[in-house]
């Protein structure tokens, strides 16, 4: 039985496999909690892994909820509402003229070659979305006065066609919010309905299709993502949770469910997005500043990069084609994990992904149903899992049923034996995954040889020193709870609210006044939004944020300030614009395009304490079992480690495997495993011997 000391935080991520629950107790002590996820209701999983929770610590789940002091939440709710085509019917109010900018899409194409490709699909159908005239110029001048009557001509024609939600996207709103307010009035007035999203007051960014897209979203995937959240947290309040949850955007941060119900479409990433704080915690008991995270769970490989401390965050967010201005983690997912599903294509080659076989029914050797192969049934072919329960006895591993999976499938079309088939499907997996990391680093101007590669995710220790060794990264860092790396992170995530002006301005020519006075507003607005939020002011920080580019150039980049010294933000633009496209304009003019505030709100935390219950060190590993390493090495006789076996500071030559509560870690031989004060792992990455 787990003792816990109250009070204690707790971190629950739903994934597309397991419901994830970290919980740091009043002591320090860390504890992970795993449940099948229920997709089809996640709160179900949610509340399933609470009582699994309650019941190993011998407490009644009101017992577990009223001693929390904390509840943080992440979910792919919003996520896969986009993805399943399962949102709301939207209505649209847009200026005259302007009534298919959501259909044109400003011309962008995944690839600009690729003509035949389709868009995805229009979330709102042209008869839905209803022009209205009234201009307002690029400075927020009203030129045309605002046609009342056509509002309620439209808000007429979303009743006739059982409109659910209304998304209100005016020319030049980012310059000056006052006609869709007053047409936001009107719908309220005059509409049955009752969700409403104006672009302005989610995001109020210069482009028309950018910000009548995130305004679209955010309609589209409110009611379900609103009731979701709004119901889960009135079921632990009835159930003794003191306080309401909060939840993590993509932008990393943590707010209310009352701040998310105003921007749902915030939490596109709320899941991969908490890893940032995992990140946070990871730099400071590391002392490493540049770290990339491989998380790879039941279904995705999600990759997050930190360098210098800092984890960038931009405004172009993609999701299932749909372009979205929200601030969010910059994060490139593939479908690359345990459940990933293998197979032959048409042309007779090897698949690998995206597809996947999902919680339910999972991999073939889950017995669930499924007889397509995934890299889960090839790991345990080759020795690196055991068969048997995992997951605390949640589900069983049958190697004769990967083994008939992968023969089937793979091996019989191929040509191969089972052992082959099973080592290709790993190859090809594993050259996905880098693939992963250099989008993030090499396309970024990093070089991942700096970087210590982070091997987190139920499967991601597997993986990870192969990686890294094909990426030159010399050290990989596999935490103890690698397979509930966003749950704990989310127990590291502050508060965080974005703010944005748009400005049109030269670095140089505009004065400290001038700046000072596009400055002010924002600060006010945040300071108040985190004083709703519960924050004191001892906890804020807000930090000053430039967008610059050159003069001729359509991007910009964001650029942090201390102050307003010119020569130090022009060091710093450049800098960043050196690395990212290898050259700068000495002495070329900068302009400022918008003015951004990032509002944080720290949440009190402490490290978790270094375990206390390690029995070793043993002289020798539990066992050895003969298994696939690399291509390299081939079948080898590996020790096998039980991790708590391993206390702080032994050191083990590879190769060698460590199962550990909630990942499988793997080193080849040349490699060099040891274990930290609090239990991770730090692989020094070696030289083929």
């Known amino acids: ?38 997709p089809s209701d996640p ?3 949610v509340m399933d892994v609470i009582a699994v929770a309650a019941q190993t610590s011998g407490l009644a789940v009101s017992d577990l909820l009223k001693r929390c002091s904390l509840f943080v939440h992440g979910s792919t709710i919003a996520t896969n509402t986009i993805l399943e085509k399962k949102g709301a019917r939207v209505g649209m109010i847009v200026t005259d003229g302007f009534r298919d900018a959501l259909e044109i899409r400003r011309g962008f194409r995944a690839d600009q070659w690729d003509h035949r490709a389709p868009n995805p699909e229009v979330l709102v159908p042209r008869y839905l979305r209803m022009p209205v005239r009234g201009r307002l110029n690029r400075d927020g001048v009203e030129e045309e006065p605002l046609n009342e009557d056509d ?9 006739a066609e059982d409109v659910q939600s209304v998304a209100i996207c005016l020319h030049n709103a980012y310059a000056s919010a006052a006609h869709e307010d007053r047409a936001a009035a009107i719908v309220r007035e005059c509409w049955n309905g009752s969700w409403i999203s104006v672009s302005s007051h989610i995001n109020p960014v210069i482009g028309e299709y950018e910000r009548g897209s995130t305004a679209v979203m955010n309609a589209y995937v409110a009611p379900k993502v609103v009731g979701y959240l709004e119901r889960l947290d009135e ?32 939490l596109a990433l709320s899941g991969p997005a908490a890893g940032v704080g995992a990140l946070k915690l990871y730099q400071q008991l590391t002392g ?21 401390g800092a984890v960038p965050v931009s405004d172009q967010l993609e999701i299932d084609g749909y372009h979205l201005a929200t601030p969010a983690i910059d994060i490139h997912t593939v479908g ?21 076989a999902g919680a339910d029914p999972g991999p073939a050797a889950y017995g669930k149903g499924n007889d397509r192969p995934t890299a889960t049934d090839a790991h345990l072919v080759l020795g690196r899992l055991r068969p048997g329960p995992m997951a605390g006895g949640k589900v069983s591993l049958d190697i004769d049923r990967a083994r008939a999976a992968i023969r089937t499938h793979v091996a019989e079309p191929l040509g191969l034996s089972d052992d082959e088939a099973a080592i290709g499907m790993l190859r090809l997996l594993e050259q996905n995954l880098l693939h992963a990391v250099e989008r993030l680093s090499v396309e970024r101007g990093y070089d991942p040889k700096q970087f210590t590669l982070v091997a987190a995710g139920g499967a991601g220790p597997m993986h990870g020193a192969s990686v890294a060794r094909s990426l030159g990264c010399r050290r990989v860092f596999a935490p103890q709870q690698a397979g509930a790396f966003c749950a704990l992170g989310m127990l590291w995530s502050d508060v965080r609210l974005d703010f944005l002006k748009v400005m049109d301005g030269d670095l140089d020519r505009s004065g400290d006044a001038e700046l000072e006075q596009g400055f002010a507003p924002l600060i006010d607005e945040a300071r108040a939004a985190l004083d709703t939020e519960g924050i004191g002011t001892q906890r804020q920080q807000i930090q000053r944020v430039l967008d610059l580019r050159y003069r001729g150039q359509q991007w910009s980049l ?23 496209f290898g050259h700068i304009q000495p002495g070329g003019a900068i302009l400022i395009t918008a003015l951004r505030i990032v509002a944080t709100g720290r949440i009190d935390r402490q490290p978790p304490e270094p375990p206390t219950d390690v029995t070793g060190p043993e002289t020798q590993a539990a066992e050895t079992r003969t298994c696939f390493v690399d291509a390299a090495t081939g079948w080898q006789d590996v020790p096998v480690w039980r991790s708590a076996d391993l206390r702080p500071g032994i050191s083990i030559d590879g190769p060698l495997i460590i199962e550990a509560p909630t990942t499988t870690i793997l080193a080849a031989a040349g490699d060099r495993l040891t274990v930290d004060a609090h239990g991770h792992y730090m692989i020094e990455i070696g030289e083929r011997p």
């Open 235 to 266: 079921t632990l309040r009835d159930q003794g949770l003191p306080g309401s949850i909060l939840l993590v955007q993509s932008n990393g941060g943590a707010v209310s469910v009352r701040e998310a119900a105003t921007r749902p479409v915030s």
């Open 43 to 45: 709160s179900e999983g």
């Open 1 to 38: 039985m787990t003792e816990l000391t109250p009070p204690w935080r707790i971190g629950v991520d739903v994934g597309g496999t397991f419901t994830d629950m970290a919980l740091i107790d009043a002591a320090g002590a860390l504890h992970v909690f795993k449940s099948p996820s229920v």
């Open 558 to 580: 964001r650029t942090e300030i201390d102050g307003l010294d010119r020569a130090a933000i022009r060091t710093a633009f450049e800098a960043d614009h050196q690395r990212r």
């Open 336 to 356: 690359a994990g345990g459940g990933t599903l293998a197979g032959v294509d048409d042309g007779g080659m090897l698949r690998v992904g995206p597809e996947g």
């Open 288 to 308: 490493l500043d540049d770290l990339v995270a491989m998380e790879i769970g039941g279904t995705s490989c999600d990759v997050t990069l930190m360098a210098a």
């Open 151 to 159: 509002i309620r001509a439209a808000i007429r024609c979303f009743d």
